[in-house]
């Protein structure tokens, strides 16, 4: 088994953090129980349903500039994965039953994006082809209920090119989208839009709907690092990395040639953690994950990812596709910032505020 721990970092037990490992050992395997990433979670962590239903439109309190803050963000909340749009978990971490209990045990919480229109009130909307499911409004409600988590936008319908819309749909698109998180009576809803990857910045639209109704709108940065300076420069992007799936990382295995579709390289954890390593007063890393794998591949019947996290050396793991990372190496980034121990795992909508954001919008 590959150990989650790094040489030469200091790892710490709180008590409140070693309660709840006990009970999630099993499922989360070695490592679970870590020194939290910092104060301020554990109010998000038990958070009840009326809270939730007060605070989804509510201001935040503001928190100070100079701390160093992350968020761990789950795009469209991809519950699981699905073969030609029927669940299958074969090697998947679940991010409702192993992930959102894995982030609790160190203190930490997720922030999952929806897209509003074809999110469900129990059923999974089948999405990326037919090999993931993203979380229903149920699901999400649970997220936030259980583990504290915080729902963004990722637009109503997701569409292609959303600067070519009428404005009348831009302004449903953005806007709209994050009412109707609100009108769910979930947190965090005003924090960040999540355009389509696929596109460019739609800076028209961040100027004019996306500033109006969020704190940021997200760009995608190899740093992934948001400075407080951001939060006061319009139209108040704020950058993303991806824990991005592809070939590996050794010239001399089969697996470095191999076609992935959409990357050209996986993300080595340490290439992450360096990232994590480099914080600074002042500054936000926001990390996005899409489906976390495990093991190998099951022999799926229509679904084409494909995967391998067997080995125990990161620089052999390998996914055929941006969106399947290896749990065990997210595990490990999320050890680093757990042992730093001056990050705040939180949302993006406290990170505006702190950062000169508004508390608050229509």
């Not at 709840?20 to 958070?47: C, D, F, K, Y």
């Not at 082809?129 to 209920?145: E, H, I, M, P, V």
């Not at 809803?189 to 709907?209: D, E, N």
């Not at 050209?264 to 994950?289: E, F, H």
Request: hydrophobic letters at 35%.
């Amino acid at each position: 088994m590959t150990s989650l721990f790094r040489p030469g970092r200091p790892l710490f037990v709180l008590a409140a953090a070693a309660c709840v490992a006990v009970s999630t050992m099993g499922a989360l395997g070695a490592g679970a129980a870590v020194r939290p990433a910092s104060a301020g979670q554990g109010a998000a962590v038990a958070a009840s349903a009326a809270g939730l239903r007060g605070t989804a439109r509510g201001t935040r309190a503001a928190q100070p500039s100079d701390q160093i803050y992350a968020t761990l963000f789950f795009s469209r909340s991809e519950i699981t994965a699905a073969d030609n749009c029927a669940e299958d978990d074969t090697g998947i971490a679940r991010l409702d039953t192993t992930v959102a209990p894995y982030l609790q045990s160190l203190g930490m919480i997720g922030t999952g994006s929806l897209v509003t229109d074809k999110t469900h009130t129990t059923k999974n909307n089948c999405t990326h082809n037919g090999d993931s499911l993203t979380a229903s409004w149920d699901q999400a409600t649970s997220l936030a209920q259980t583990y504290g988590w915080s729902f963004v936008s990722a637009t109503a319908t997701y569409p292609g090119d959303i600067s070519s819309l009428p404005p009348a749909e831009q302004q449903a698109e953005t806007c709209g989208s994050a009412n109707t998180i609100d009108n769910h009576g979930l947190p965090g809803a005003h924090g960040l839009i999540a355009y389509p990857g696929a596109q460019g910045a739609p800076t028209s639209v961040q100027a004019k709907y996306g500033a109006k109704c969020f704190a940021w709108g997200r760009e995608y940065e190899k740093s992934g690092t948001t400075t407080a300076a951001m939060g006061t420069t319009a139209p108040f992007w704020q950058f993303t990395r991806a824990f991005n799936g592809g070939p590996c990382n050794d010239p001399s295995a089969p697996c470095y040639t191999m076609t992935a579709q959409g990357s050209t390289r996986y993300a080595t954890p340490d290439q992450i953690i360096a990232l994590v390593d480099a914080l600074k007063p002042g500054q936000w890393l926001t990390l996005q994950s899409y489906i976390l794998v495990t093991g190998k591949n099951p022999p799926y019947l229509h679904n084409g990812t494909q995967w391998n996290c067997n080995s125990p050396n990161p620089n052999l793991h390998w996914t055929n596709d941006v969106e399947r990372y290896c749990y065990n190496d997210f595990q490990q980034v999320v050890q680093a910032i757990a042992e730093r121990g001056d990050i705040t795992v939180t949302d993006p909508l406290t990170v505006g505020v702190a950062f000169g954001r508004p508390a608050s919008y229509p």
